[in-house]
């Protein structure tokens, strides 16, 4: 079965500041999708950012980038030029990538609130 | 983007009481999914939600507690039965269509008491 591990339970940047958040993950799958989520108070979870396995390029959304590095199983999400509506909690996740049953859910990480100093 | 309607947004009720929760996406979506988050954790997958047949579970939680319909491509119901305090959580719909992300419902806070 495949873990997501975010071992920081908490982060905060100044406005304007680049912050870094991590994440790991566990599996014996060789193709597969990683994404970032955010969870603001309002509780609506919004894709940020996804990542196929395949690619070796780093995905990349406006301030949102990842640092996605396959044999260390890491998957570290950067967010640049930090806003106050940044601030959430932040998921990230695992699919498979292989297809039937079981394959398409989402196991996630436990999370890791980012809080944005003005 | 699929849109997705998720109701009601929060509700209080009475433990041994039922609630029923709907999801009605904008368009016609492959899976649909309910997830559930517990107060601070992170979000665990309750089932997914098979249009015209019973719902595959996963660990942990069974028909009888959470029974779910999709009776279309575009709707799911999520019931919470005979709730206790410990089914105080939020609840989410999730959908997929053809593409690789999932998107999410606003979710429904449930508070038991």
């Known amino acids: 079965a495949q873990t997501v591990t975010q071992s920081q339970p908490e982060m905060s940047v100044q406005e304007a500041e680049t912050v870094t958040l991590s994440c790991t993950y566990d599996?014996?799958?060789?193709?597969?999708?990683l994404f970032w989520y955010k969870q603001p108070p309002s509780r609506q979870m919004i894709l940020v950012i996804r990542?196929?396995?395949?690619?070796?390029q780093n995905a990349t959304e406006n301030r949102f980038s990842v640092n996605f590095q396959k044999a260390a199983k890491s998957f570290s999400l950067k967010i640049s030029d930090s806003q106050l509506g940044d601030a959430a909690m932040y998921f990230c996740?695992?699919?498979?990538?292989?297809?039937?049953?079981?394959?398409?859910?989402?196991?996630f990480g436990k999370g890791t609130k980012l809080s944005v100093i003005p | 983007s699929a849109v997705i309607s998720q109701k009601p947004s929060r509700d209080i009720c009475q433990r041994g009481t039922s609630l029923t929760i709907q999801c009605q996406v904008d368009?016609?979506?492959?899976?649909m999914f309910w997830y559930r988050q517990q107060p601070g954790q992170s979000l665990t997958l309750i089932a997914t939600?098979?249009?015209?047949?019973?719902?595959?579970?996963e660990s942990g939680f069974v028909i009888d507690k959470f029974p779910i319909s999709r009776p279309n491509l575009t709707f799911s119901t999520l019931t919470v039965s005979n709730m206790s305090p410990e089914d105080s959580s939020i609840y989410l719909c999730?959908?997929?269509?053809?593409?690789?992300?999932?998107?999410f419902g606003q979710g429904t806070r449930l508070t038991v008491v």
């Open positions: 999730s959908v997929r269509q053809d593409g690789t992300e999932a998107f």
């Open positions: 996740a695992y699919r498979s990538a292989r297809s039937g049953a079981g394959s398409y859910q989402l196991t």
């Open positions: 599996t014996s799958e060789s193709d597969y999708y």
């Open positions: 990542q196929e396995a395949y690619k070796q």
């Open positions: 939600a098979n249009q015209g047949s019973e719902a595959t579970y």
């Open positions: 368009s016609q979506v492959t899976m």
